[in-house]
């Protein structure tokens, strides 16, 4: 089959932020997105009654909506839209009693309990997933970067795939599952990887082996549709982007923007080694899922693999590296700030640091935990 890649503007970029609702009394996730969904569309007017807003969402369980920017230039006008959005969303829910919240998941709430969209789609996901699908209440947030040429893509994909534990340390925030504490980081990296097209990517020589493998999936019917393959981080051929979907929900806007100028500048970077003739190292197979491992496991105090030699570093170690050699970059873009971001947050702690703070500073009531990240939520 023939995988066409759409036109896109190198190095531009799109957010989708995924946001809970919860119960301002209890803290307790409330299955509202629909009545939410359809204030929103109210409000917004000029929409048809069967066309979907712009940039507010629905998702697969009823307790989640999903903001999504518009192709973006920087980083700043990403935030902006983001954060215009949200206020959109609160005009709504705040006269419900209800409060916004963004982390990997939700410290305390029964993953069973929690209904899904009436969708057939997402209906078909949890029949042919059972257990594992119905344990799905996560949350995360994805960035898109534009490419200018198809060629660029699974190289690119591969280089970001080289940064997972990076990104994985950063946003770290899935610590408590139904009241108890895992002991990891990111309880959500290795509970979505469970998902039979979630995970890892593949590594591919030629776009033609992606599009055999894309054949293959549809043919025996593990997929319907391309989008079902919800790898950590995918070339996205309908938008001409590579996809960074390795990030656990984050509660501030200030720390999304760090994420999305990372992405923005090591996609940038890579394009440019590519279009000088370089090429992008390929991460063994194994050291992939070690350093996913580590890094879900031990957060900012992961020792990372760096290369095919086994060479070893501390995550945060390799990060400040990283950012001294992006900052070119960085004021190229125009991200130079939120780029600084990645070390406020590197020395601010990670969002798994700050609940396991807060729930030992309330004698462990997650609620506690909750409110705290609804309080971050409203950070600018």
Do not use: F, W
């Given at each position: 089959m023939q995988i066409d890649f759409a036109d896109s503007r190198q190095s531009t970029l799109g957010v989708e932020w995924e946001v809970a609702l919860v119960d301002h009394h209890s803290g307790d996730l409330r299955s509202v997105a629909q009545q939410v969904l359809e204030g929103v569309h109210a409000a917004h007017g000029g929409l048809a009654p069967d066309e979907e807003h712009?940039?507010?969402?629905?998702?697969?369980?009823?307790?989640?909506?999903?903001i999504v920017t518009d192709v973006c230039d920087t980083v700043r006008?990403?935030?902006?839209?983001l954060h215009e959005n949200l206020g959109v969303?609160?005009?709504v829910t705040d006269p419900m009693g209800i409060d916004l919240y963004s982390a990997g998941s939700h410290p305390f709430a029964s993953p069973k309990l929690q209904p899904v969209t009436d969708q057939e789609r997402y209906a078909k996901l949890i029949d042919r997933t059972q257990w594992w699908g119905q344990q799905m209440v996560i949350y995360g947030v994805h960035v898109h970067v534009g490419l200018d040429r198809r060629d660029k893509a699974l190289p690119v994909v591969d280089g970001l795939m080289n940064y997972q534990p990076h990104f994985q340390a950063l946003s770290a925030s899935s610590p408590f599952w139904g009241g108890e504490d895992t002991g990891y980081a990111s309880h959500r990296a290795l509970m979505f990887?469970?998902?039979?097209?979630?995970?890892?990517?593949y590594h591919f020589e030629t776009w033609s082996q992606f599009e055999g493998y894309v054949a293959d999936m549809l043919h025996t019917g593990v997929i319907d549709d391309i989008s079902e393959i919800r790898w950590d981080v995918r070339p996205v051929p309908r938008f001409g982007t590579v996809e960074m979907r390795i990030c656990d929900g984050l509660s501030s806007l200030q720390d999304i923007g760090a994420i999305a100028a990372l992405t923005q500048c090591l996609v940038d970077d890579m394009s440019t080694t590519l279009d000088h003739g370089g090429s992008i190292d390929v991460m063994p197979p194994w050291h992939r899922t070690e350093n996913k491992w580590r890094a879900a496991r031990y957060g900012m105090d992961a020792i990372i693999i760096l290369n095919a030699a086994g060479d070893e570093m501390l995550v945060t170690d390799h990060l400040m590296r990283e950012l001294d050699r992006l900052e070119p970059v960085a004021r190229k873009l125009g991200c130079s700030d939120e780029l600084a971001d990645v070390e406020r947050i590197i020395r601010g702690g990670a969002g798994y640091q700050w609940q396991r703070k807060i729930a030992a500073a309330n004698s462990?009531?997650?609620r506690a935990v909750v409110?705290?990240?609804?309080?971050?939520?409203?950070?600018a």
């Open positions: 712009p940039h507010v969402k629905q998702e697969l369980l009823l307790n989640t909506v999903e006008q990403a935030k902006t839209q969303i609160r005009e990887q469970q998902l039979p097209t979630a995970g890892l990517p462990g009531d997650l409110k705290d990240n609804i309080a971050r939520m409203h950070i």
